[in-house]
C-alpha cells in the first residue's frame, strides 16, 4: 500500500509556508494530510508558524513569544526572502482559522515546537491548541506531533483520546519504541536517515505505525518502498502523489 502524503507545512514548496494559501494549495492538489508547526504568542494565542522568531518567513522581526496576535498579525506571512513580494498579502494564521479551513477536507497533524513548551501545563501550548481542536470538533481528525517527549505526554494526558505521533531526529530503535509506549502513541516519525529494516521490523511487532520527512523526489520515494511507511511528509505533494497514482 502506497504511504499516505503529508503535506509538510503545506503545499511548501511552491507557496509560503504555513500559510492558509499554501494549506489551500495542499488540498487543492489532493494531500492525504496536512501538517504545520504552532508557537504560542504573550497573550495566548496559537499561531502557525515553525520558528520561534519572525525573521526567517516573514517582514518582521522578533521572538513571537513575547508577542502579541496583533503583533504577529501585523508582518507579511509571504516568505520575502523566497518569494519576493508575490504573497505579500498573507498572514500569519492562527490555529482556528487553520482548522476551519481544513475541517471536513483533510486530517491534521499539529506540531507543538519545543520552543514554546513551557512549565504550565493547564494554559500552555499544548492545553490551548487542544482547546481550539475541541472548539472545531476535530478531535478525531487531528495527530499532535512533537519532538518534546514532555509536550507528548501533556497531551496524553489533557486529551487521551487525541491521536500522538513521536518525532525523531536521531534515536536507536529501543528508544523509538519506548518513547511510543511512554507517550500511548502508535504513531512514530523517524527522519529519513533514521530509516532501516530494524526499526521497520520492530515497530511492526510492536504495533507502530511509521512516517517520515521530507520526501520530494519521487525517486527517493520508490527507495523507501522497502520501509512500508504509513506516511511520507513532502513539500511537494503534488509530485509525490502523481507519482504514486502514476506507478500504481
Known sequence: MAPL?????GDSAL?????????????????????????????GSVV????PTLERTTTGRGDVRQMTLAEVRAVSAGFP?????????????????????LRERARVMIEIKPDSVTDDAD????????????RAGMEGDVALIS???????????????MARGHLFHRAEPGEVLAAAREVASDLVMPEKGMLSDGLRDR????????????V???AELLSLARFELYGIGTNRPGVLLEAIRDDG
Not at 499554501?22 to 489532493?30: K, N, P, T, Y
Not at 502557525?48 to 520558528?51: A, E, G, K, M, Q
Not at 494554559?123 to 475541541?134: F, L, P
Open 5 to 9: 502524503v503529508i503535506a509538510h507545512r
Open 15 to 43: 507557496r509560503p509556508e504555513n500559510t492558509l494559501l499554501s494549506f489551500a494549495s495542499a488540498l487543492e492538489v489532493g494531500a492525504d494530510l496536512v501538517e504545520f508547526d504552532v508557537q504560542l504568542t504573550r497573550d
Open 48 to 51: 502557525v508558524i515553525h520558528d
Open 81 to 101: 526572502s523566497r518569494f519576493g513580494a508575490a504573497y505579500a498579502g498573507e498572514r500569519v494564521p492562527t490555529l482556528p482559522e487553520v482548522l476551519g479551513l
Open 123 to 134: 494554559s500552555g501550548i499544548e492545553a490551548r491548541t487542544i482547546e481550539n481542536v475541541r
Open 147 to 161: 519532538f518534546s517527549r514532555r509536550a507528548l505526554v501533556r497531551c496524553r494526558d489533557l486529551a487521551p483520546e
Open 203 to 214: 515497530a511492526r511487532e510492536a504495533g507502530l505505525k511509521v512516517a517520515t520527512w521530507v
Open 216 to 218: 520530494d523526489d519521487p
